[in-house]
T-cell receptor, first 113, second 113 residues
Framework: DAKTTQPNSMESNEEEPVHLPCNHS???????IHWYRQLPSQGPEYVIH???SNVNNRMASLAIAEDRKSSTLILHRATLRDAAVYYC??????????????FGKGTKLTVNP | GAGVSQTPSNKVTEKGKYVELRCDPI?????LYWYRQSLGQGPEFLIY????????DSGLPNDRFFAVRPEGSVSTLKIQRTERGDSAVYLC???????????FGQGTRLTVV
C-alpha cells in the first residue's frame, strides 16, 4: 500500500484558512488522493479526492503538486466544527490495486475561537 | 435509514465470550468494509466484501475473527473467545461501488473485561 506522511497536529484560528499538507512520494500514476476526516466520537467522513487536477467542493479544495508527490487540503474558512483528525489516503485504480482505504495516523486539527 | 447503521453502539463482554457486531449498509451499496480503531490510532482495515463474498480479508488478525454478508446487504462481524486486546471501536463502511466514496457508521465500542 502506498504510504502518506502528514504532520501529527496543526492549529488554526476560526475563520482563517487552513492548509493541511500531505507527502506521498511513492504515489503511482493511477493512485487517487483521498481525504477523509474524523470528528470526535464519529466515524470518518469523506472530504474530497482527486487524481491530477486541483479539485473544489463545498467542503474544501484539494491542491495537487504537478509531480503528484504531495498535496494540500485547503479549508477556506475554518470553523470550530472543522476540528477533527484529517487523513490523506492513496487509493489505487488498477485491478491489482487495493480496494480498501488504508488510514495512517492523520493530522489532528485544532481550531481556536 | 439514510446512513450506515451499526448495532449495538456499545458492547461490554467478559473475556472468553463470543460477540457479534452488526452492520446495516446504505441500501444498494455493494461494497462493505470493516475496520477497528484503537484510541489515538487511525482505523485499521479488517475485511472488505464485494456483494456476498469477502474480496479481501487480509486484515483479520487471527482465526477468532470472522465476518459474513450472506445476502449482500447486512454484515455481521463475529469474534470468538474475546480477549482484552480486542477492545476497540469497530467501524463499518459501505460504498456504491468498490472505489467509490465510503460512508462510515458511528461504530460499535467493544470493551472486553
Amino acid at each position: 500500500d502506498a504510504k502518506t506522511t502528514q504532520p501529527n497536529s496543526m492549529e488554526s484560528n476560526e475563520e482563517e484558512p487552513v492548509h493541511l499538507p500531505c507527502n506521498h512520494s511513492t504515489i503511482s500514476g493511477t493512485d487517487y488522493i483521498h481525504w477523509y476526516r474524523q470528528l470526535p466520537s464519529q466515524g470518518p467522513e469523506y472530504v474530497i479526492h482527486g487524481l491530477t487536477s486541483n479539485v473544489n467542493n463545498r467542503m474544501a479544495s484539494l491542491a495537487i503538486a504537478e509531480d503528484r508527490k504531495s498535496s494540500t487540503l485547503i479549508l477556506h474558512r475554518a470553523t470550530l466544527r472543522d476540528a477533527a483528525v484529517y487523513y490523506c489516503i492513496l487509493r489505487g485504480l488498477t485491478q491489482g490495486g487495493s480496494e480498501k482505504l488504508v488510514f495512517g495516523k492523520g493530522t489532528k486539527l485544532t481550531v481556536n475561537p | 435509514g439514510a446512513g450506515v447503521s451499526q448495532t449495538p453502539s456499545n458492547k461490554v463482554t467478559e473475556k472468553g465470550k463470543y460477540v457479534e457486531l452488526r452492520c446495516d449498509p446504505i441500501s444498494g451499496h455493494t461494497a462493505l468494509y470493516w475496520y477497528r480503531q484503537s484510541l489515538g490510532q487511525g482505523p485499521e482495515f479488517l475485511i472488505y466484501f464485494q456483494g456476498t463474498g469477502a474480496a479481501d480479508d487480509s486484515g483479520l488478525p487471527n482465526d477468532r475473527f470472522f465476518a459474513v454478508r450472506p445476502e449482500g446487504s447486512v454484515s455481521t462481524l463475529k469474534i470468538q473467545r474475546t480477549e482484552r486486546g480486542d477492545s476497540a471501536v469497530y467501524l463499518c463502511a459501505s460504498s456504491l461501488y468498490s472505489r467509490g466514496e465510503a460512508f462510515f457508521g458511528q461504530g460499535t465500542r467493544l470493551t472486553v473485561v
